[in-house]
Antibody
């Protein structure tokens, strides 16, 4: 059974940093691209960042480019999102999502339950 | 960037009725790369339709997708109580083109 479990969310001050993790099981992690998708409270979905199965290719939404960094450790079956220079508008539930392909495609059958990031002073 | 606009914002219907949800793109979108997701409160989104009209594994056949170019539609033929949720259309295929519509809330009348 495919499972994705996010962690690392919490309350952080504006300008601060946070690292999210997503531990997966039930599939060969290195064979699939992964993404982070977020949802601000009461709002819609926004793709944030994606990474290829090897980790060699990374992609970012313009809203986070230069502030967020996606990475993965295939030996630990873990996806990461390092978030720097956080702003109030980054407040959201962050989901990790599994692609059906080794490269980024943006189509997700499997999602985690999400972790809430709140940016506030 | 292609903007997806969904209508209506909220749709109020009764179980057993037919629901028609619209997604309009600001520029032409290849039908190969148009998906629909369902999201219920407190849950992650669930993929329903991909390639504009192909049902994802586990999607009941009362759900159907259609459309091309800039106009796409999700139709639910006969609403079941579990279908009341928020629905998002999405463009996918490559990094700059992964965008969502703002969502349509389907509520019980």
């Amino acid at each position: 059974e495919v499972q994705l479990l996010e962690s690392g969310g919490g309350l952080v001050q504006p300008g601060g940093s946070l690292r999210l993790s997503c531990v997966v099981s039930g599939f060969t992690f290195s064979n699939y691209a992964m993404s982070w998708v977020r949802q601000a409270p009461g709002k819609g979905l926004e793709w944030v960042s994606g990474i290829s199965g090897s980790g060699g290719s990374t992609y970012y939404a313009d809203s986070v480019k230069g502030r967020f960094s996606i990475s993965r450790d295939n030996s630990k079956k873990t996806l990461y999102l390092l978030m720097n220079s956080l702003r109030a508008e980054d407040t959201a539930v962050y989901y990790c999502a599994k692609e059906d392909y080794v490269e980024l495609y943006g189509l997700w059958y499997y999602w985690g339950r999400g972790t809430l990031v709140t940016v506030s002073s | 960037e292609i903007v997806l606009t969904q209508s209506p914002g909220t749709l109020s219907l009764s179980p057993g009725e037919r629901a028609t949800l619209s997604c309009r793109a600001s520029q032409s979108v290849s039908s190969t790369y148009l998906a629909w997701y369902q999201q219920k409160p407190g849950q992650a989104p669930r993929l329903l339709i991909f390639g504009a009209s192909s049902r994802a594994t586990g999607t009941p056949d009362r759900f159907s997708g259609s459309g091309s170019w800039t106009d796409f539609t999700l139709t639910i033929s006969r609403l079941e109580p579990e279908d009341f949720a928020v629905y998002y259309c999405q463009q996918y295929g490559s990094s700059p083109s992964i965008t969502f519509g703002q969502g349509t809330r389907l509520e019980i009348k």
